[in-house]
């Protein structure tokens, strides 16, 4: 709920039970006589009339501000939505962490490079997916991130061990992801298979001599 709807209903609270108060007045003065009978129900008409205007007044803000907050809410929905869609498409694994490496989310292309469901990825750490021999060295870049304040983005090369397959070399492009006030929160990755990257050139190499010498 926004701050200013929950001062709108605050204000609504406050002015009700003024007129709570003010209708309590009238019954009293009714009861003890003070004003003649006339007088008396006029100015309780008086009274009921500006409350009756006071609370549809707030009654309208209230209603203005909740179809606002619907209306913001429903964007922010698409929002959400369409960031889901951009997250889970991309072709490259993606994912999030905490400060210390533990997956906080990860897309479609990340649970098929580390061979595993999408869902058992959450809440690991990612040095779970790093070749055991190279475990050492990624926890001291990661605590490196850390110690240092700039918001450059980094690439390691690391060999990522996938479950139950052959580890195969990686880029692992990493940035830092701070609060309002600099401090760091989490980082993002996009990790790519450059094992059959490089495989590719050699395959064409291979390929293209193959074709020249059948020419000859």
Sequence with gaps: MSLELIMNVDMFAQQLQSVQGRLVNLYQDANTGVQPEADLLLAALKELDAASKTLEIATEKLFEQTEKLGNVQARLREEYKRYQDLFEFIPNAYLV??????????NCATATLFNLQQRFLVNK?????????????FRCQLNQMHECECDYVQEWLSRIQPRDCEPFEAAMTVAPIRDVKGKLTGLR?????????????????????????LSL
Excluded: M, N
């Design 97 to 106: 962490s905490d400060t210390q490496g533990k997956i906080l989310s990860a």
């Design 125 to 137: 750490p990612l040095v779970c997916f790093i070749a055991v021999e190279e475990r050492q060295a």
């Design 189 to 213: 990755w996009i990790v790519r298979d450059i094992h059959h990257v490089w495989q590719q050139p050699l395959l064409a190499l291979e390929g293209s001599k193959g074709l020249y010498a």
